[in-house]
């Protein structure tokens, strides 16, 4: 702890710490630009000057840069001196040279860092009336937009992407009065985590495409706190939507996950919920065999009808919240609900649930896993099923650098010394995969095999950490030195970290990891588990208790069920084709809850809109165990809303009680009936809470047009709607203060600050720190000790045959955002991989179509030699252009 | 194939033996490619970029930061001449007209016989018999409009 003095008040701060970070935390208004919390200080833009005194006798002072100094104890700094201001206002004015002036047309503005900078400094008046220098901008693909015109040479797009995510097409061009920020030629961003330049750059140069194409200022949006729902992280985003359409999706600060970065999939994946293809009106089959929509009446009274009229089954979806599923389980009874997870994905992610419920104590946050110093990544390859961890690991391999800067007295913040002293050292992240992946350029060491050979390799660094581990035998002495390394590793690290997945179906993996941790954890509490899992809420399906889609399958073809209920899933992506296709046949009635035409959507008999994440309200649980609520951003026209809406309509229709009109009613019936989500009311306030009387705004103080918002449909304003389902409103009316709960953060906003990664500063504990009114969420994963060690499972060693290595793609293997249109133009072609002896085997070569089965299954794809596979394994492409429900113990022949 | 020849590779392979870090080989693989070429055009760089194990874009950021790697292609000798403050102070704006005037081109471009290219460049640490220029490989100093005549002659 130190005091330092700012402007004639003394603050205690944190000495380790960088004037500027500490002059924000205290809630001064000090201009910046290159400075950002996660990429520290260089000192570049000389924007953030300040008075520094030497003592108290000191009148004169000098300017020095606040981002370069160190808050040590009893030094004294004015911000508010003429001559500091002075240089400030000068150093806006200078960047501004070049600029175009042209925020009228520029899609930053009203969210622009530059703005908020110019007007704080209080450069209000151009000057400069020469040439100024252009640029061609380049086609960056379809997630970012480029105009280098209003580029200011902060460096913070390359400081981001170059030295934080680890991207290699990006770099400053040119030099001294010609820089340019781009790639060599153009293209997309190779980079999984490039949509977040938009949100880094404090100007117009990257901009959103995908709001580009149906543009609206920051201003004019209607938010709403949500969570992503492309994978199990539960990163926390902000939708902006208008008239009832989803516009974009934006970061929003959570302090323990995502904090300032979304990947690409969750910030240009929301795309599905805008496809013309999308139900929108309840649909019934028609005599000649077409789904024609129906009124919402007919439909109610005629799912009613085939619930009635045939012994039904419900499956539930990962994909979909608690309250869609529970609501549907209500419908149709416990015994007569599934929970939509492939008979695989559900073991494993059973096996999942029972880890994190071992080691309660010593599960990682997104955030805990970046200072994690040494990582065993445990079968998944991450940047494609959970990709936001994929830039955590990164920046855990990075800590080192940290760890030499301290030993170097060098400060934390100093951001190119850190850099320097860090050079090529990494913390050891070992990587046991089925193939190469992603992160192989900070993998201390890499092991590839199949998921049998991962859980051996695991099994057998656990009995190296603890004798009281069953040590796998039979297992080769390559792979035995391998677990050697690794546990002396893990056992020589302060905070060890154990990564596990579901991605490969495989729960043997899993339990594989508990007794690592196990091992780990007798001799260090510190140690940290982080699963992952395929979906948004595969942990929240995993604690309902219920049976894999495999039953509601089994019944079918056994004829005790002739009618199903799907909510929100393709049971194509859960079982081999042929299987369900025979199952759909043999039905009496398929009933459809979804916002997706799906194949299954297409074969439906009823379809009833669903609402997806932007029409509903709903909890998910993280992979962490934390449960989440997201809350309706627009009300859409017409008859779209929620499952647990049209689960209750049906129920009534089907004279059954419904105890709940809205969320709060709704939550505390699942926690009545389902005590395992006890908890899940507390992720959220109430639908009635009310700050000063008030609810929480959607819409920004500024909202334009609302008179007129509709006019050429009706010129009377309409009212704006009521949300009966959380304390939210659908206006900009409410309560803006500094107490507004973190959940019900909608967009942030600041005087002075309208740039989101900037604005968010005012409701953090400290800048880059946790939220002030706490990061939202609560996890709800009791703990349970299950004792010993996992017995070691049986190994089948059927030496001849092919094995399966499911392959995921962050662009093509989760189902809806691989339906926005922008996700999808980044998908070309996905392939199934051999290594060479493999393909010499199947008698092609690199680029040949090749015919095989899986599980039945007929595939067709061309092969690209990967060598890194093991022998005899066959890579699967997961997803639209491959096939989906394959898991590492899928049939094969080829 | 790549669009280098094995000679190239072979002296961009030895430069990067001599790292720690193959990848700082980087702007010795620029010159390379320059030294057998005048110039290093986007084929070569990104043919240079793959013995190197870097991408083109960050190839792309290394030759455009030293103005001694070319982008374009340059006549047979390459006039640089130094605009920095001594140089400016000492007759600079005299002997550029002339040089410009005389050989019928302006920065950045190439007489028609191929025979000089004309750029600018920052100070070449001749501060002291400034006007200095470069051509090629030499320096020159105290120019006058006569003198540079004289000097230029001898570049065929
Ligand atoms: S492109 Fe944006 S982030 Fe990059 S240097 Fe220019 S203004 Fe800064
Ligand atoms: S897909 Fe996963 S990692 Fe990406 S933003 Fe969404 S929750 Fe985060
Ligand atoms: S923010 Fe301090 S110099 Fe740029
Ligand atoms: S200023 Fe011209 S050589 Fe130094």
Redesign the interface.
Request: zero cysteines; hydrophobic letters at 30%.
């Given at each position: 702890m130190a005091k330092i003095t700012i402007d004639g008040r003394q603050y205690d701060v944190d000495e380790t710490d960088n004037v500027l970070k500490v002059a924000l935390s205290k809630g001064f208004d000090l201009p910046y630009f290159c400075w950002h919390p996660e990429l520290h200080s260089v000192g570049a833009c000389r924007q953030c000057a300040v008075k520094q005194y030497k003592n108290g006798d000191d009148t004169q002072g000098q300017i020095a840069m606040a981002c370069m100094t160190p808050a040590s104890d009893g030094s004294l700094f004015s911000i508010s001196d003429n001559e500091a201001a002075e240089m400030r206002a000068q150093v806006v004015e200078w960047l501004m040279i070049n600029h175009p002036h042209d925020c009228a047309v520029c899609e930053e503005g009203g969210e622009c860092h530059l703005q908020d900078m110019t007007l704080m400094t209080g450069h209000t008046r151009r000057r400069y009336i020469g040439p100024k220098r252009t640029h061609r901008n380049q086609n960056l693909g379809p997630f970012i937009s480029h105009e280098m015109n209003r580029c200011i040479a902060c460096y913070r797009c390359v400081r981001y992407y170059r030295d934080y995510a680890d991207g290699n097409d990006l770099r400053a061009l040119g030099s001294h009065m010609n820089v340019y920020f781009g790639r060599d030629t153009d293209g997309p961003f190779e980079n999984e985590f490039s949509g977040n330049l938009v949100e880094v750059c404090p100007t117009g140069v990257f901009t959103d495409k995908t709001l580009g194409a149906h543009y609206i200022r920051k201003w004019d949006l209607q938010n709403a706190p949500s969570i992503c729902t492309h994978c199990s992280l539960g990163c926390n985003t902000s939708p902006g939507s208008r008239r009832g359409e989803l516009r974009r999706i934006q970061n929003r600060y959570h302090g323990e996950i995502n904090h300032y970065f979304l990947c690409d999939r969750g910030r240009f994946g929301a795309g599905f919920t805008t496809r013309d293809d999308r139900p929108r009106q309840p649909l019934s089959r028609s005599a000649n065999n077409v789904l024609e929509p129906v009124a919402k009446d007919d439909a109610i009274a005629a799912v009613r009808q085939a619930i009635a009229s045939g012994r039904a089954i419900g499956i539930g979806s990962p994909r979909a919240s608690i309250e869609d599923n529970y609501a549907l389980r209500h419908l149709l009874g416990a015994e007569h609900f599934v929970n939509g997870l492939s008979a695989a994905e559900s073991r494993a992610s059973h096996a999942v649930r029972d880890l994190l419920a071992d080691n309660a104590n010593h599960i990682a946050t997104l955030r805990e896993v970046e200072s994690c110093d040494a990582v065993f990544v445990i079968g998944e390859d991450v940047t494609q099923t959970a990709p936001r961890l994929a830039l955590s690991l990164r920046q855990s391999a990075k800590t080192k650098h940290f760890e030499l800067a301290r030993a170097a007295n060098i400060p934390k913040w100093h951001a190119r010394a850190v850099h320097e002293a860090g050079q090529h050292h990494y913390n050891p992240i070992f990587e046991a995969t089925p193939a190469a992946t992603r992160l192989q350029d900070i993998t201390a060491e890499s092991t590839h095999g199949d998921a049998q050979t991962i859980a051996q390799l695991a099994f057998a660094v656990a009995s190296r950490l603890d004798s009281q581990a069953p040590a796998p035998s039979n297992v080769d002495d390559e792979l035995l030195k391998r677990a050697e390394i690794i546990a002396e590793t893990l056992r020589n690290a302060t905070k060890p970290l154990i990564v596990v997945g579901t991605g490969l179906g495989d729960s043997d993996v899993v339990t594989a990891a508990g007794n690592v941790m196990k091992a780990l954890t007798t001799a260090n509490d510190a140690a940290q588990i982080f699963p992952t899992l395929l979906e948004a809420n595969s942990l929240g399906m995993s604690l309902f208790d219920a049976p894999s889609i495999d039953h509601a399958l089994t019944q079918v073809e056994s004829g005790d069920v002739d009618t199903l209920v799907v909510n929100q899933n393709d049971i194509f992506e859960r079982a081999p084709t042929h299987r369900v296709d025979a199952v759909l046949k043999n039905l009496k009635n398929l009933v459809v809850l979804d916002h997706s035409l799906t194949e299954t959507t297409a074969r439906a008999d009823h379809v009833l809109p669903a609402g997806s994440f932007a029409e509903a309200d709903g909890t998910l649980i993280n992979n962490e165990g934390r449960a989440q609520r997201f809350f309706q951003v627009f009300i859409s026209e017409g008859p779209i809303q929620e499952t647990w809406r049209w689960c209750a309509d049906l129920a009534r229709a089907l004279g059954r009680p419904v105890r709940w009109n809205g969320m709060d009613d709704l939550i505390t019936a699942i926690v009545d009936e389902l005590p395992q989500f006890a908890g899940i009311q507390d992720a959220a306030p109430s639908q009635s809470f009310r700050k000063a009387g008030m609810r929480f705004p959607r819409g920004t103080h500024r909202q334009a047009a609302r008179t007129a918002l509709y006019a050429e449909i009706d010129v009377r304003e309409r009212r704006p709607e009521v949300d009966a389902d959380s304390a939210l409103s659908f206006s900009m009316e409410g309560y803006h203060g500094s107490e507004l709960p973190s959940e019900l953060l909608a967009y942030a906003y600041a005087p002075g600050w309208e740039s989101n990664q900037q604005a968010i500063t005012r409701f953090q504990d400290e800048v880059g720190g946790h939220l002030k009114m706490g990061d939202p969420g609560v996890r709800i994963m009791t703990s349970k000790d299950n004792g010993g060690y996992t017995k070691l499972p049986q190994t089948n060693s059927d030496g001849g045959g092919w094995r399966v290595a499911p392959r995921y793609h962050i662009f093509d293997s989760e189902s809806q955002s691989a339906r926005a249109p922008a996700i999808a133009e980044r998908v070309n072609g996905r392939q199934i991989t051999v290594n060479r002896a493999s393909a010499d085997k199947l008698g092609v070569a690199d680029g040949d179509s090749l015919s095989i089965t899986i599980d039945g299954d007929a595939l067709s794809l061309p092969v690209a030699i990967d060598d890194s596979l093991g022998d005899q394994v066959i890579g699967i492409p997961i997803g639209s252009q491959g096939v989906s429900g394959v898991h590492a113990a899928s049939q094969v022949e080829a | 194939m790549s669009v280098l020849s094995d000679a190239e590779i072979e002296e961009i392979r030895h430069e990067m033996a001599l790292y720690e870090?193959p990848q700082a080989a980087t702007i010795e693989a620029l010159n390379v490619v320059q030294n057998h070429r005048g110039w290093v055009s986007?084929e070569s760089?990104?043919a240079a970029a793959e013995v190197v194990g870097?991408?083109?874009?960050?190839?792309?950021?290394v030759a455009?930061?030293?103005?001694l790697i070319f982008r374009k292609p340059v006549g047979r000798n390459v006039i640089m001449i130094c605009d920095s403050i001594s140089c400016y102070l000492t007759g600079y704006e005299s002997v550029r007209d002339h040089l410009k005037t005389s050989l019928g081109i302006d920065f950045g471009q190439t007489t028609s016989d191929n025979r000089f290219t004309l750029l600018p460049i920052c100070c070449l640490g001749n501060c002291g018999n400034g006007p200095a220029m470069r051509v090629g490989n030499d320096y020159h100093g105290n120019l006058t409009p006569e003198t540079i005549d004289t000097i230029l002659a001898d570049y065929v």
């Open positions: - | 870090d986007d760089l990104e870097v991408t083109p874009t960050q190839m792309e950021a455009t930061f030293y103005n």
